[in-house]
């Protein structure tokens, strides 16, 4: 069983920075593929950013150039730095992380981007 526990989120203004941390628990192995996801009211949860046990990385396209996720094994947390952030970032982040194809999740954390 795997525990995460996401932090970071917050109020900030538009073109501002966040950074989002995610520490896991349980039994954690260093070939899990990590992810962050987002939900905006009234719209389904997308992939955001993706890192695997290479640190290989794969963005939506959308925050491609604004957001950087990056993992920490020695402290099995996983990182996602966003900057240059829009309006229409706002949704709930949501920590992810894949072990041999079983997902388990974070509660979520709010981001909202607003002047």
């Known amino acids: 069983q795997v525990h995460l526990v996401e932090s970071g989120g917050g109020l900030v203004q538009p073109g501002g920075s966040l950074r989002l941390s995610c520490a896991a628990s349980g039994t954690i192995f260093s070939s899990d593929v990590l992810g962050w996801y987002r939900q905006a009211p009234g719209k389904e949860r997308e992939l955001v950013a993706r890192i695997d046990s290479r640190g290989r990385t794969n963005y939506l396209d959308s925050v491609k150039g604004r957001f950087i996720i990056s993992r920490d094994n020695a402290k099995n947390t996983v990182y996602l730095q966003m900057s240059s952030l829009k309006p229409e970032d706002t949704a709930v982040y949501y920590c992810?992380?894949?072990?041999?194809?079983?997902?388990?999740w974070g509660q979520g954390t709010q981001v909202t981007i607003s002047s």
């Open positions: 992810n992380r894949n072990q041999f194809g079983s997902d388990y």
